[in-house]
């Protein structure tokens, strides 16, 4: 398809203020130099958009003027910039949300995610991907095989949340891992820990029918956080996927010496976090273990 070839307009989510989406015909966007133009087939909802819509704000960023949401995206290729391969036209890609400079001291150091310069999808001022039509930066939109549908494409971006995290807390062959929240994120990780060969995979979270969730994709072992999740285990490394201070708290305190904690839910601005004690917790029973699948147990 060439540029001439698409239409003038597109359909458009856009939320206009807290609590308001409206359905809006915009332009087409022309890709830029160096940019590719996507034809969106699948968004996820993420838990920042639902926040956006909500509370029209995340922290210091504040929706102030009509703004595109969804960030978790994957399309086809339906025309590119001056300088790019114009054999990438009809290609399927997922789309990186996330534009770093690529010339500050994060991005140098290989910490591109941390650029102060970011220009991240669905984050005001930039407009993210609930449309018809968006233009990416052409290394940010990755080529996929046919056997990843659309809608998984569009889960490889928290996907790589998981596979960031479990990174971090250093999961290899044999660990065990202490999960806090067993929502998307906390599923990923799970799924990511199990296939790094962690072989215990406790997950905590207050929710029976997320804790069943948890069991079908990758926990070995599922604990209602109500019940004090951690007491009595001992852990290589706890990441918290719930933001929450009790969980976080709880997490710690079941790590073993030189165990890894790695937070990566968003909670209040300040947390407490416990001294950590020697010797109170013992290895907890690792995979395989029999789990019924789709089984409400909270343990397995
Ligand atoms: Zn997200
Ligand atoms: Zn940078």
Not at 8 to 35: H, I, K
Not at 37 to 62: E, K, N, P
Not at 90 to 110: D, H, M, Q, S, T
Not at 191 to 215: E, M, P, S
Request: glycine share 12%.
């Amino acid at each position: 398809m060439t540029a001439s070839a698409l239409p003038e307009t597109m359909r458009v989510s856009v939320l206009r203020e807290a609590g308001q989406l409206e359905l809006a015909d915009w332009p087409v966007p022309r890709p830029g130099p160096g940019e590719v133009l996507v034809a969106v087939r699948s968004v996820g909802v993420c838990g920042s958009d639902v926040h956006y819509f909500q509370h029209g704000r995340i922290g210091d960023f504040v929706v102030r003027a009509p703004l595109v949401l969804g960030h978790e995206a994957a399309g086809r290729i339906a025309a590119v910039g001056a300088g790019v391969d114009a054999g990438r036209v009809g290609a399927r890609v997922a789309i990186e949300p996330g534009a770093a400079c690529g010339a500050c001291g994060e991005c140098k150091a290989g910490r591109y995610n941390l650029c102060p310069d970011m220009r991240f999808f669905a984050t005001p001022p930039v407009d993210g991907a609930l449309a018809e039509y968006v233009t990416v930066r052409a290394d940010l939109a990755f080529d996929l095989p046919d056997a990843v549908s659309d809608d998984d494409a569009a889960l490889l971006e928290p996907l790589s949340v998981g596979i960031w995290a479990t990174g971090k807390a250093q999961l290899t062959a044999g660990s065990s891992v202490l999960i806090a929240g067993a929502g998307p994120i906390g599923l990923v990780t799970a799924q990511v820990a199990r296939a790094r060969g962690a072989t215990t995979i406790a997950v905590t979270d207050i929710a029976a029918h997320r804790l069943a969730a948890a069991l079908r994709n990758g926990a070995t072992l599922a604990l209602d956080a109500g019940d004090g999740p951690a007491a009595g285990l001992e852990f290589d490394a706890f990441v918290d996927c719930s933001g929450a201070p009790s969980a976080i708290s709880a997490g710690i305190a079941a790590l073993r010496p030189a165990g890894r904690a790695v937070l990566v839910g968003m909670g209040p601005d300040e947390i407490t976090v416990p001294r950590w004690q020697p010797g109170t917790g013992s290895r907890p029973p690792a995979f395989p273990r029999r789990c019924r699948p789709g089984s409400t147990a909270t343990r397995c």
